[in-house]
């Protein structure tokens, strides 16, 4: 089940858990946290894809939407 986010804010300050669905800042690309290791996130594609974005990246430049429950 999805739970949205009602204020899709930029995640400085949020804690990131496996379940969350992001969103990048250009609206286009949506991604589901797998883990958060070290300075990466793990997360997976809507194809099931797997792939490790820079934590700082994520932060500056992906919204989190909501999670899945």
Not at 13 to 34: F, H, K, M, N, Q
């Amino acid at each position: 089940m999805f739970v949205p986010v009602t204020d899709a804010s930029p995640l400085a300050d949020a804690e990131l858990a496996p379940g969350d669905i992001l969103r990048s800042e250009y609206g286009r690309t949506v991604r589901t946290v797998v883990s958060v290791e070290g300075d990466d996130v793990v997360v997976r594609t809507p194809k099931g894809s797997i792939e490790a974005i820079p934590l700082q990246s994520v932060r500056r430049f992906w919204r989190k939407i909501g999670a899945e429950t």
